[in-house]
């Protein structure tokens, strides 16, 4: 027979998202009981490897799929064995219709620098440099912040102030909108769109001055005080296994299939599990959850405003790397970093408003990943000695908006077909020659929409951060008085805590959300 479940707990964990075992672990680790719900037959949430090709023996990240924003003072604190490789290549972008393309090569600056001329951006190497020496110093001066109590906006201009340009880093980059930056500061539409996409990915500007793109652009460029994002060993998997492993160590109880139907004052949490309905009192409430699911589980009103991410995530595993239009770039270096196609500056402006007009953008901007280049452990044994290889093609600028009441089936397949004919605009040869097939004889492709990441992951809108990012710090006239407020997990409510993507510095695979809620509740149940 199933344990019985316990009818209290110091502490509940709403939802086991990598988050919410990161809070889990560090509240356990300090002798609290906890107990998480999580609503599938799984932890992880977006942070998860799965056999996604029936017959094929090999893990994907299936939906997150780098590590950037993770802390080593996190995985120091946990014992998390997280191993991470970094990618000697930080991107290569085809110039369209042509056959070159730009390169940035992160150990030889030489030939980044002979890739800028070749496309014609010489006036512009000096500029990237410079324009990313600046966000090192961004990088070096806030990441180490994100697992401190908030800082206020004044005392972020002092520290920048003590590395000698504070004034100046501050004005350019957050006082500045990003797309007039970055159009100011660069002169070449391919330049400019590899600056771009980091201020893109998942989100969707309203106008031209969203505060939302420049908090996405901070977040890619902080990451681990040097904003590389590297590759996690074994996939999404073992990151959120490692966290899984050290909850349950550390005495946490995890119980899965358990759907939460209310969170209410006393504090106590509701739950279906195994056929019955179950009551669970607690001191404290920690939602690794959306800040609008958590609300509607508390009887508090949802926001009036509209919540929607901006992607489309294709999977793709292949017999072989395909050939590229760009004979002096092999396939090993275009696909070893970030592999930018259809996304020049002028591309990504005019998809931009493809969409805001009410149209899926045509060519639809994408950028390409493959892991397996850099970690064949998610692959079978049968495979890990072939050239198989893993793709994770990533599209942006296609707002929620435009599927929400679409047919689910028939707007993957139709996004699904456009992602697929962005990447062979910038091949040599036909990609489903590349492609291996399952065990069915179906070709290895896996599409997700923002449907899909709305219905499977409880994401609002399909939105992979919860909601739009706000700068990691608050305005001097911020009030932060409750634990909750000074971590940034404050969700309105005294005894829950916002743990997920939806609390201050969420967003990403980090369990940053997750420590500063455990810090919060550590201050509260002492």
């Keep these: 027979m199933p344990e019985p479940l316990p009818s209290s707990a110091d502490v509940v964990v709403v939802g086991g998202g990598h988050n919410g075992l990161a809070a889990a672990a560090y509240l356990a680790q300090a002798g609290y009981d906890v107990v998480v719900l999580e609503r599938g037959s799984v932890v992880g949430g977006a942070a998860i490897s ?59 600056a030489q030939r980044t620098k002979a890739s800028f001329d070749e496309i014609g951006a010489s006036s512009d190497y000096d500029r990237w440099v410079e324009f990313y020496r600046d966000t090192e110093i961004l990088a070096q001066t806030l990441f180490p912040t994100m697992t401190d109590p908030l800082l206020r906006e004044s005392e972020v201009k002092s520290l920048l102030e003590t590395r000698g340009p504070g004034r100046r880093l501050w004005e350019r980059f957050f006082d ?40 996405c652009f901070l977040y890619h460029v902080i990451g681990g005080g040097t904003g590389d994002w590297d590759v996690p060993v074994g996939g999404m998997g073992a990151v959120s296994g490692s966290l899984e492993r050290a909850a349950r160590n550390a005495g946490a109880k995890i119980v899965t299939d358990a ?10 949490v509701e739950f279906d599990h195994g056929g019955s309905s179950h009551r669970m009192a607690s001191r404290l409430v920690v939602s690794g959850i959306s800040r609008d699911d958590t609300w509607r589980l508390a009887g508090v009103a949802p926001r009036a405003s509209t919540i929607e991410g901006a992607q489309v995530k294709v999977n793709l595993l292949l017999a072989r790397l395909p050939r590229l239009n760009n004979p002096d770039v092999s ?7 970030t592999f930018h196609i259809n996304e020049s500056g ?16 045509e060519p639809i901007p994408c950028e390409v990943y493959c892991h397996s280049l850099s970690d064949r452990s998610i692959l079978g044994e049968g495979l890990r000695e072939s050239t198989a290889q893993t793709l994770t093609v990533f599209a942006l600028n296609v707002p929620h908006r435009l599927i929400a ?23 040599a040869e036909p990609l489903e020659d590349c492609l291996l097939r399952d065990a069915n004889g179906q070709l290895c492709i896996e599409t997700k929409t923002t449907l899909d990441l709305e219905k499977t992951l409880g994401l609002p809108g399909g939105n992979i951060f919860h909601e739009p990012l706000g700068w990691p710090f608050v305005p001097d006239s911020a009030p932060l008085d409750s634990p909750a407020e000074r971590w940034g997990v404050d969700s309105g409510s005294a005894h829950i805590l916002l743990a997920g993507s939806s609390a201050r510095r969420g967003g990403g695979v980090s369990a940053i959300g997750g420590h500063n809620a455990a810090m919060a509740a550590l201050e509260l149940l002492a």
């Design 50 to 108: 799965a056999q996604a090709f029936d017959g094929v023996d090999a893990q994907l990240s299936r939906y997150s799929y780098l590590v950037s924003l993770m802390p080593e003072r996190i995985r120091s604190d946990l014992a998390l064995p997280i191993q991470l490789i970094r990618r000697r290549y930080s991107s290569y972008t085809p110039v369209p219709g042509e056959t070159t393309g730009l390169l940035i090569d992160a150990e030889d």
């Design 176 to 215: 500045t909108p990003i797309r007039r930056l970055v159009h100011e500061t660069f002169e070449h539409d391919i330049v400019r769109g590899v600056v771009l996409t980091d201020a893109l990915i998942g989100t969707f500007p309203d106008s031209d001055d969203d505060a939302s793109l420049g908090a």
């Design 259 to 268: 759907v939460v139907s209310a969170i209410t004052d006393e504090p106590a």
């Design 331 to 337: 396939a090993e270096e275009a696909f070893g970093g």
């Design 346 to 361: 002028s591309q990504l402006d005019e998809t931009i408003a493809q969409a805001q007009a009410g149209e899926i953008p």
């Design 405 to 427: 009441e679409s047919d689910p089936d028939s707007i993957r397949e139709e996004l699904q077909e456009r992602v697929l004919r962005s990447l062979q605009s910038v091949l």
